[in-house]
């Protein structure tokens, strides 16, 4: 049985590669030796690029090309019954996307932050589909639908998700003057997005759903984390790019498909008890969780996981941000144990390798191993981006050491003044999804 | 005019960043063993330190070192594995570079190499590197001591090595086949192979190295 699910899923029985460790090694390397020896670096790139999958390699048939989970109309016929559907058609407008003969299970809602709304109307659309669909997701019978179960978990994960980013955007920036979320609250909503990746990584790998009835019971804690949001309203009016960037728009990295695929590459790696996973968000932020859903999965420890943000909106330049400390949230100080030797650190992708290099810079000299992993990466047609002032590309021994699934889904450069393609694309998932928000 | 430089020990005292990337690569590898039990020195030497064959010999011979770079790197090919000691070697060297302080850097370099570069530029000589190290360390260097945009060319053991993976060190011109271009004068601190590479590309041959005052070699060449 495992073995039809480890074909179907192409899930991997063991890893041949082994990450290197990246202490001692230089991260970035400076743009004008990148364009002077670019025909090495390049060939280099393309050896691991050669190796990884396309970005548009697809299994799930139920899966559509953004990442978003899907259903024909005929499909649709046979489940008029079914809960999760009963609700969907319910609130189509927001929850679904009907293109000519099938359904999209990601609806202008699953997109928040790409509202022109400001925050407040946001928050409000984000935290009561979040308690709609727990109480949903409390409540159903082993009948549900496998497909529409995965595609409510992928919504409430979401919705964690861009919660989560928000609360630690919060708490770094300000100070947290009355106790309307504490430590506790703060742990147990960490608690419920692992609950929420372990069951959905079981629900798609045994090809059934996982029910949780106690995920009902979370929705007085999402009430408290919507007060806690609620109650710096008056701050974030004063700072407009910080309340502009507390529900980002779109999350690279939320195929699912890929996001399995990598997860069970990490997940098979030795990680030492006295290891740490540090993804940056914002792009990286579900996978701590998604790893350790498919060590418990396979029966390994979980791994302590924590995300950080180099971004800080309080000295608006994040080349002033020096410590550890500034970039976590609080509730998850001290970072590093006396006992701590090995970090993994995750990403959605990497270019420059700024920002892990920056990153490495904060770690203390007492972690002997750094690895470094991350879903996608492509840089040989980036060329542009690469060599421009004060980019520089990342250093291909750490490239080759490292482990990624897939190549990235980034257009080539074709000037240094831009990231983009000629036609103003960057990443081509997220121009499709943006394309298929603005025909709503 | 095309003025070519030899590298290590010509325009920078460089052996150092070789011998610390090594000696960071024993630490990672914990072979237990330092660098003068692996790359003896060899008096009369025509070659590099570190050359390929010399790290097969050193490394990959003795039957429980071989097992501990196997495990490393995954491999038992000692034709891939040379080259990934060698790979991570060259990552350890540029770590090296990029980490010390500029002046550290600059205190490398031959004496007045800066000034006699600035001159051969404003009269309008092309400088090259051609070195049998790696480009990209010797890249790194020069990037470090901001002089990288000053030389058109910087050729080292990558275009040195043909596409079957063969390298063709000084003094055997085959680099010259890539190049467009033919050099005037090279400059390097070995009578017998930078010279005799002089001669196989028909370039004048001038010794230096980085204890030579190098507006004096300027003002041979204006």
Known sequence: MLDIIHKRYKLSLSSNKKM??????????????????????????????????????????????????????????????????????????????????????????????????????KSKIIFSRLIEMLELAGNLNKNTNLILYLSLLDYIK??????????????????????????????????????????????????????????????????????????????????????????????????????????????????????????????????????????????????????????????????????????????????????????????????????????????????????????????????????????????????????????????????????????????????????????? | MIIAFDFDNTIARSTRYHRSGWDKVLSELKLGLSLDDLLPYEPNLKERFDSYRRIEEGFLTNPKLVNKISAYFRSTDKKLLARRLMSLKESFAISGVFSECLSDSLKTLAINFIPAVDLMKRNGFKLWVITSSKETIVSSLLQKCNLLDAFTLIAGEELMTDSHGALFDKPDPYITKKLKGKMDYYIGDNDEIDKEFARNCHAQFILADYKTDFLDIFNKLK
């Not at chain 1, 299970?105 to 790409?114: D, T, V, W």
């Not at chain 1, 932020?285 to 309080?314: C, D, Q, W």
């Not at chain 1, 257009?411 to 298929?436: A, C, M, P, Q, R």
Request: hydrophobic share 35%; proline share 3%; with cysteine.
């Open chain 1, 158 to 440: 979401n919705y964690l998700l861009i919660c989560l980013y928000a609360i630690n955007l919060l708490i770094r920036e300000f100070k947290i003057e009355h106790e309307i979320i504490s430590k506790h609250d703060y742990l147990c909503f960490i608690k419920l997005i692992q609950l929420i990746e372990d069951i959905y990584v079981t629900s798609c790998l045994e090809e059934t759903p996982h029910l949780a009835p106690e995920l009902s019971n979370f929705t007085g804690l999402i009430s408290r984390i919507e007060k806690f949001i609620g109650h710096y309203g008056q701050l974030l009016t004063r700072n407009e790019r910080l309340s502009l960037d507390l529900f980002r728009k779109i999350r690279e990295c939320n195929n699912p498909e890929r996001l399995m695929s990598f997860a069970d590459m990490v997940s098979n790696s030795y990680f030492s008890i006295n290891s740490l996973i540090i993804s940056l968000e914002y792009g990286g932020i579900e996978l701590p969780f998604m790893v350790n859903a498919l060590r418990n999965y396979k029966g390994k420890n979980m791994v302590r996981g924590l995300t950080v943000n180099l971004s800080s909106y309080s000295t608006k330049n994040s080349d002033f941000v020096q410590s550890l400390d500034d970039i976590v949230n609080p509730f998850t100080l001290p970072v590093f144990s006396d006992d701590l030797r090995s970090i993994v650190i995750l990403d959605d992708s990497v270019t420059t390798g700024r920002t892990l290099e920056r990153l490495v810079g904060m770690l203390p000299d007492s972690i002997s191993t750094i690895n470094f992993a991350a879903v996608s990466f492509t840089n040989t047609n980036r060329f542009h981006h690469l060599t421009r002032k004060k980019h520089g590309g990342i250093n291909p021994y750490i490239v080759e050491g490292s482990l990624f699934a897939y190549r990235s889904n980034f257009v080539s450069t074709y000037t240094k003044s831009s990231y983009t393609n000629k036609n103003g694309v960057f990443d081509k998932e997220k121009y499709k999804i943006i394309k298929l928000l603005k025909g709503l």
């Open chain 1, 20 to 121: 290197k460790n990246l202490k001692g090694h230089k991260v970035n390397i400076p743009n004008s030796v990148i364009e002077k020896c670019w025909d090495i670096y390049s060939k280099r790139y393309r050896q691991v690029e050669l190796n990884l999958k396309s970005p548009s390699t697809k299994t799930n048939q139920n899966l559509h090309s953004t990442g978003a989970y899907q259903i024909t109309e005929k499909q649709a016929q046979s489940l008029t019954e079914d809960k999760i559907f009963k609700y969907y058609l319910k609130n189509k407008n927001g929850l679904l996307i009907k293109l000519k003969s099938k359904y999209l299970l990601r609806g202008k809602n699953y997109f928040p932050g790409y509202s022109k709304e400001n925050y407040s109307a």
